[in-house]
């Protein structure tokens, strides 16, 4: 059974800090990783889809890297912002399906 | 906004009531979802519907019972609850369900709480 875990589960950094956040799944036979973000009353937003065969994805100052055969993947966010605030999740899919299996996330604070 | 609306935003009910829970979606996607989100405990999948036809069950418990009655709508009915139910309902929607590649849009979700 895939299991999906986040490290830190909670993680304040003062503004302008570069950040990783940790992601490990115990199944490497994934079809993609995505990254999601949780603002409170708002549900999820998704920030980077990577699928099986790639290494990297970037958009704007977020980079998420993903190493199958470990298991892992970090989602790295540059120059942080409070806007950033947030919990991030992470979520993966073992076939071509939609059925996510999600950590249980971190959540960032951002210090003005 | 991301064109996924869920009513109500909150839910008080005891263990003897039935309600439902609403989702829709403006986004002319095919396939929706329904997750529960407990405290302490990861986003959790329940259903899919994928053109109206339910193609995921996980292990759901008969108290709760899906409707999709067509490609913009979907319930979640609920009878009977248990406390241990009290969670976040959030519900997706994406252009498919099959691709493995879609972007899932969540709706800000239904915060339930079961007496």
């Known amino acids: 059974k895939q299991e999906v875990t986040q490290i830190p589960a909670a993680l304040s950094v003062p503004e302008g800090e570069n950040l990783v956040l940790n992601c490990s799944f115990t199944d490497s036979a994934i079809y993609n990783l995505q990254w999601f973000r949780q603002d409170p009353g708002k549900g999820l937003t998704s920030l980077l889809l990577i699928q099986s065969s790639q290494r990297e994805q970037t958009s704007g100052r977020l980079n998420a890297s993903l190493d199958k055969s470990s298991g892992r993947s970090t989602l790295y966010i540059a120059a942080s912002q409070p806007g950033d605030s947030a919990t991030y999740l992470c979520a993966v899919t073992r076939s071509a399906t939609n059925k996510l299996i999600f950590g249980t996330g971190t959540l960032l604070a951002v210090q003005p | 906004e991301t064109g996924v609306t869920q009513t109500p935003r909150h839910l008080v009910m005891g263990m003897t009531n039935k309600k439902s829970l609403k989702c829709e979606q403006h986004?002319?996607?095919?396939?929706m979802y329904w997750y529960k989100q407990s405290a302490k405990k990861p986003l959790e999948l329940m259903f899919v519907?994928?053109?109206?036809?339910?193609?995921e069950n996980n292990s759901v418990p008969s108290r709760f019972s899906p409707e999709c009655p067509n490609s913009s709508h979907l319930f979640l009915h609920l009878h009977t609850l248990q406390p241990e139910d009290s969670a976040l309902y959030l519900c997706?929607?994406?252009?498919?369900?099959?691709?493995?590649?879609?972007?899932?849009?969540f709706g800000p979700g239904t915060r339930l709480t079961v007496l």
């Open positions: 519907y994928n053109f109206k036809e339910q193609t």
């Open positions: 986004l002319g996607h095919n396939a």
């Open positions: 997706a929607s994406s252009l498919i369900g099959t691709s493995g590649t879609d972007t899932q849009y």
